[in-house]
Each structure stands twice: as C-alpha cells, then as structure tokens.
C-alpha cells in the first residue's frame, strides 16, 4: 500500500461535474488522491485549505477561467504544478499560460495515462521546488546566525 | 475609390451636376437625381455601394427617403448632406441608421473618404441581393464554436466513461473484481451523455436551418426558448445564468427566425458587456395596446456605459429587418435593459 505522504495530491477543477467525477475515479484507481472542484473560486479555496502537489484545470469555467486561477495562485502558490486542459487550444492562450507559470496545457480529450505521467513529472518539480524553497530557508538562517 | 457606385440625391439641379462630374473625374460611378421618388425606383431598380442624399428637400424628405432605403435595402449605407440650421434633422438621421452626414458646401475629399469607410465596412450584397452580411456571420460563427464546445465536452465525457469502464474491467490491477454494478451503472450514465448530446445537436439543427429563413410565422415563445439555450454558454462563462420569461398565451410574429435569433444574442451580449457583475438575464415579451414588447433584461450591479455604438447600429438593423423599432438601449435610462416594439398584426409590405 503507498503511504499517504508519498502519494501524488491531485486537485481538478472543471465545470463539467460528470467529467471531472469520472476522471478523478480514474485517477483515484491508479492510486492517486484526488479532490475535485466545479469553478475557479473553490478551487483556490481548496488549495489555501490543503497542500496539493498538482493542479489540473480546465480553460473555460464560467465566472472565473483557468487562466484567471492559474494568475491568482503563482503568487500564492509558487510551488503548486498547474497542468491546463482545454478544449481548444489557441498559441495566444498556450504562451500566455507558460509565461505565467504553467507546469503544461493539454488538450481534451488527453488519455488518462499520458495526464497520468504528466501528473507525476509535474510532481518531482513540486518536490524540488519544495525543496529549493527549504534549502534557501535553511541558508538563510545559517548566514543569519553566522554559522 | 474607382467603379464605387454612388447615388447622389439633391433637389439643387447644379449642385448634383457638379458633383457628378467632380466624382466621376476621380473614378466613381455615380448617378444622380432630383427627387426622392426617382431615387427610391432607382434603388428598387439598379445596384448602389451607397447613397448620398440631402436632408431637406421638398415632398418626400431625406428623413423618409432614408426609412424607404433601410425597409428595402438595409446594408445599403447612406450619408447625409445638411445645411446650416438642419444638423439636428442630420442626427436624427444617422439614429435612424445613415452612416454619417457631412455639412454644405461639400469638401469633397472628405466626403470621399466619408464614402470610403462607409462602404469598407458595410455588410456586401451578394448577386441574387441575399445580403452576405460581415454581422450575421460572425454570429453564426459564434454560436457555432459554443456548439463545438458543448459537443466536445460530452464527447470527452463520454471518452472518461468508456475509459472507467475499461479501468473497471480490470485492465487495471486498482480496479475492484465485483464491478458488475457498476458498470451498469456507468453504461447507463453513457446513455445519458448521449442524450445530452442529442439535444444539443437537435437545438443547433434548428438554429442552423434557420439562417435559410425566409420570413414566417413564428411561435415567439419557441423562440425565446430556443435563444435561451442557444445563449446559455455565453452567458454562464460570464458567471451570470440566462432564463426565458413570456406569457403562457402563444403569440406569432412574422420574421425571419434567425434575425429574430440574432437581435436577441446581441440584446444579451450588450446587457453583458453593459453590467459587468450580472446575475440573472432575462429574455422574453410581453403583449401590448401597440406591439409585442420584446425584451432582454438583466438583474446585477450594473458598471459604466460601455461603447456601444457598433453594437447599437446593429440591434437598430436588426429591429429594422424585424419592421419594429428599438425602444430602449443601456444608458438611455435604462441601465440593463434592451427593448424591441414588433408590431402585433401582419408586418407592412
């Protein structure tokens, strides 16, 4: 069995509740922890909740798009790996989202395990970005007390 | 400029003379009258890029004259000349749809370059005279990427479904072996997608078959109906929701469906882009002692005016083609309101 700490924590976010359910049993089947949120508002809600390695968010969500949630949360959340699904990708909306920060985008329909692997590379840069973040904190303490 | 064909109307004699000849010099083919009456046969008659026309003139004036041509031929641009003392009949006529007016004495580069834009940007005429019209397409455009997206959204559902029923079957070892049902379960949900998509391609059929339309009598209430879930999408992306509201009694309007269709879409996308922070838009109509009241309103914090004016020509072209009238737009009082008067009998001829 993986140990809850070593499993990936996977937040979707689309608007299409059945989809995003049926994906997230997907994920779930393959051993992932996954939480769903129907909009962009719940999802950033969910996030400043609960740590989550890997975010993966749908373009067009009414009230609040993908790219909208993507902007909010790279200050917020540096850390957290954002993968974009959409379902018709443009170049303007793919180098708009890359320059902000976006771990990918994707278009729908992805198969479940090419996402999959997507998930988890985006993860290992989570970690060593995490681990950046900590190393940089830890020096900053020793330069701090001199050490 | 050259081969434009220009239809220069003035009761001053000379001043059509001249004119004529100065346009011709610089390579328009323009023809010029006399009388409104003349250049209403020649309208019916012949093919213009635009009309020029002088405000006043006696029997039938320019204000009328320019009623005539948007009754007959809507895409047809007319400019106005005016003298001192008449501007105020000028922008009453560029409210009733001319493109621009431009004071006497002529400059004459600057009612070329008048012409110009007003031609560059008005809807073309195909040769059967269908109007091959830049706005209706666009709208047509629009509401066809809503539907490739709605489409898609159910394929890729389905895709997900079909993909777990996989997963569930047990080509993956997470799967649990006593799935019978469960999967009957997701068959089922399958079954749903489908419909949805049914409907979805049934709506679209009716909306595409629309645009042959010819006018006819309509169930306006069908129509509503029909704009709502057309619009649904738009509406819902700007966090709003969208809601039919009209009486149980059925009322008919000749028109043609797809204008009908498309002054309703602009009527939401104006409340849309007037009030920012909407929450709910209304579409419906309501009977009156003089028309069928048609109207799109909306509820929410309303922001600042916005530009409308591109958007306003067009609803006052489509409530022409509809033979009604706009009564009331965002920012003339009405902050979230856009409202059509049809008339209740049989349109004029």
């Keep these: ?147 | 400029m050259t081969g434009l064909r220009v239809l220069f109307v003035d009761d001053e004699q000379e001043l059509v003379a001249t004119i004529l000849e100065r346009l011709r010099l610089r390579g328009v083919d323009a023809t010029g009258v006399t009388e409104a009456k003349e250049a209403v046969e020649l309208i019916r008659r012949e093919r213009f890029d635009i009309v020029v026309l002088d405000v006043k003139m006696p029997g039938l004036g320019g204000l009328e004259l320019l009623r005539i041509i948007k009754k007959e031929k809507p895409s047809l641009p007319v400019i106005f000349l005016t003298g001192y003392g008449s501007e105020k009949e000028a922008e009453e006529g560029c409210r009733a749809g001319a493109r621009d007016y431009l004071m006497k004495p002529i400059d004459l580069d600057r009612l070329l370059e008048l012409m110009r834009t007003a031609t560059s940007d008005a809807p073309a005429e195909s040769e059967n005279g269908a109007p091959e019209d830049p706005g209706a397409l666009a709208f047509f455009a629009r509401i066809v990427a809503d539907f490739d997206h709605d489409v898609t959204n159910v394929l890729n559902t389905i895709n997900e479904l079909v993909g777990l029923q996989k997963d569930m079957i047990g080509q993956h070892p997470g799967a649990s072996p006593a799935a019978g049902e469960r999967l009957g379960v997701l068959v089922d949900r399958v079954a749903n997608q489908v419909r949805r998509g049914v409907e979805i391609v049934r709506r679209m059929s009716r909306f595409a078959h629309s645009v042959e339309g010819a006018e006819a009598s309509l169930d306006l209430g069908e129509a509503v109906d029909g704009l709502v879930a057309l619009a649904a999408r738009r509406v819902r992306l700007a966090g709003a929701r969208v809601e039919a509201a009209h009486p149980a009694e059925a009322v008919t309007v000749r028109a043609s469906p797809f204008v009908l269709y498309e002054a309703l879409y602009r009527g939401v996308e104006a409340c849309l882009e007037a009030a920012p922070k909407l929450t709910t838009i209304t579409v419906g109509y309501e009977r009156q002692r003089d028309g069928i009241l048609l109207f799109v309103r909306s509820e929410g914090e309303s922001g600042p005016r916005p530009p409308l004016r591109p958007r306003e020509d067009r609803l006052r072209l489509l409530a022409d083609r509809l033979h009604g009238s706009i009564v009331a737009l965002p920012g003339e009082g009405h902050a979230n309101r856009i409202e059509l008067l049809l008339p209740a009998g049989e349109p004029p001829r």
Excluded at chain 1, 26 to 34: A, E, F, P, S, Y
Excluded at chain 1, 78 to 106: H, N
Excluded at chain 1, 112 to 118: I, M, P, T, Y
């Design chain 1, 1 to 147: 069995m993986t140990h809850a700490m070593t499993t990936d924590r996977l937040l979707l976010v689309d608007d299409d509740v059945e989809f995003v359910e049926t994906m997230a049993e997907r994920m779930r089947i393959r051993g992932l922890q996954v939480d769903v949120a129907l909009d962009g508002p719940s999802a950033l809600k969910r996030v400043a909740e609960k740590d989550y390695d890997v975010m993966v968010l749908d373009v067009a969500m009414p009230g609040m798009s993908g790219v909208e949630v993507l902007r909010r949360l790279r200050q917020s959340q540096p850390s957290l790996q954002i993968i974009l699904l959409t379902g018709c990708a443009t170049v303007p909306i793919a180098v708009e989202v890359v320059k902000l920060g976006a771990f990918d985008i994707l278009e729908k329909p992805a198969d479940v395990d090419a996402l999959l692997q997507r998930i988890r590379e985006a993860r290992l840069r989570r970690l060593a970005a995490v681990e950046k973040e900590s190393q940089e904190r830890i020096d900053d303490i020793l330069r701090r007390r001199g050490w």
